[in-house]
């Protein structure tokens, strides 16, 4: 089977028995769009993201993007109101801010995790800010138990971006674990195909411990109507449907077995590189776990694209998240850049997403891993023996 950034007719084969039973009972039910498909996965992944808080409440929407838009309407954003997130994450973090004529501003990261940096956050903030968005990028949190108080203490709105974050913990000062999405006041999530826990189709959630902003963003997502006909604000239409709410509530029983084998891969990958003058391997936050929704590597910038050529050549896929940061696009030139982002830059250069799923066999990992190493004239194998030893 050849590699792939992304086996989706893997993860289908593996289930496919589940799945055709779980979309034979919606055909069977008629209930397509919202009833008790999308109830049961709402209250199965409220019960999955169950910690010492309670069950956050949790809202189906029709996709990620949604999802930030629909937080940022239930929060009241809009023109003159400034929203702080990174410059180096998918365009939706932004977009969904600009289109309510709220205006983006970009702080820089931390070069270790990739994720916003709370120094330049704090920096960032002026009597406009409202919102802090953090970006869990890669499968790893941001330094959350930092923008708490930094947003505690400013009083401004924290909203997780976890579209590639689902089942990811934050690791508390006390150890205390906390599921990411649930910390802030909202937390988004995408069900596109290729996230974690991904739909056959698009999808998305909200999240929240606040019964008052869950149902402003009940309301909001249902055409800002309180009760069927009587529209209270104006809203957007945005649902789950119920085939995909179906297909999600089989995939999310097997999540934790897929996470646990993405992290697998991940000790695999970190083992062969481990020699390496010239790959960095992602870092491991002491604050977060790492679902490696993407095994993100550096390498030098001015061997980066000769480098994935080499890969693509040996029938290997790579991906650069993200080659552009948002600052550079035309779309957000009207957003905010606050001090350097020059971290964001250098990222945006240096940055290369290796293949990464649950069903990378060791072998895959190896050849890719020996590819990468050989490009730059190094060896793996003494490493990857010792990877096995890890694992084992
Ligand atoms: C995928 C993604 C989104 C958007 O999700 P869609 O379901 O595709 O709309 C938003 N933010 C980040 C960081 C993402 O990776």
């Known amino acids: 089977m050849s590699l792939q950034m992304v086996d989706l007719r893997r993860q289908v084969a593996e289930i496919r028995e589940e799945l055709d039973a779980a979309i034979a009972a919606v055909l069977d039910s008629g209930a397509f769009v919202r009833g008790p498909f999308v109830r049961d996965f709402q209250e199965g992944l409220g019960a999955f993201l169950t910690d010492d808080r309670g069950t956050p409440h949790t809202l189906g929407v029709a996709n990620g993007t949604d999802a930030l838009q629909i937080a940022y309407q239930a929060l009241g954003l809009g023109p003159g109101d400034e929203v702080i997130m990174p410059a180096f ?121 606040s019964a008052t902003l869950h149902e402003l963003m009940r309301q909001t997502a249902n055409h800002g109507a309180a009760r069927k006909y009587y529209h209270t604000t104006v809203g957007v239409n945005s649902r789950l449907d119920g085939i995909q709410a179906a297909i999600l509530g089989v995939h999310l029983r097997h999540l934790p077995a897929w996470t646990r084998a993405r992290q697998l891969v991940a000790a695999c990958y970190d083992a062969a590189f481990i020699p390496s003058a010239f790959v960095t391997r992602p870092a491991r936050a002491s604050y977060s776990t790492h679902v490696f929704h993407q095994y993100v590597v550096r390498v030098p910038a001015a061997a980066r694209d000769r480098l994935r050529d080499a890969l693509k050549v040996q029938g290997i896929p790579s991906m650069v998240y993200y080659p552009v940061p948002l600052h550079e696009m035309p779309a957000f030139a009207d957003a905010r850049v606050a001090g350097s982002l020059a971290e964001t830059e250098r990222a945006c250069r240096e940055v290369l997403a290796l293949p990464m799923h649950p069903w990378l066999s060791m072998a895959d990992v190896e050849r890719v891993a020996d590819a990468v190493l050989s490009f730059f004239g190094e060896r793996t194998v003494e490493a990857t023996a010792s990877a096995a030893e890890l694992i084992a």
Do not use: M
Not at 103 to 117: H, K, M, R, S
Not at 119 to 139: C, D, S, Y
């Open 89 to 209: 994450t998918f365009c939706a973090t932004a977009e969904a801010a600009a289109l309510l004529g709220a205006t983006p501003v970009f702080a820089d990261i931390d070069p270790a995790t990739f994720n916003l940096d709370p120094a330049q956050v704090e920096a960032a903030i002026t009597p406009r800010t409202k919102a802090i968005v953090p970006v869990h990028l890669f499968g790893q949190c941001a330094e959350l138990a930092a923008f708490e108080r930094i947003a505690e203490r400013h009083g401004l709105a924290l909203i997780e971006d976890t579209a590639q974050a689902v089942g990811t913990q934050h690791i508390g000062p006390d150890g205390t674990l906390r599921w990411a999405g649930t910390v802030g006041d909202i937390g988004t999530v995408s069900f596109y195909p290729s996230k974690n826990l991904g739909a056959y189709g698009d999808g998305g959630a909200l999240l929240s411990h």
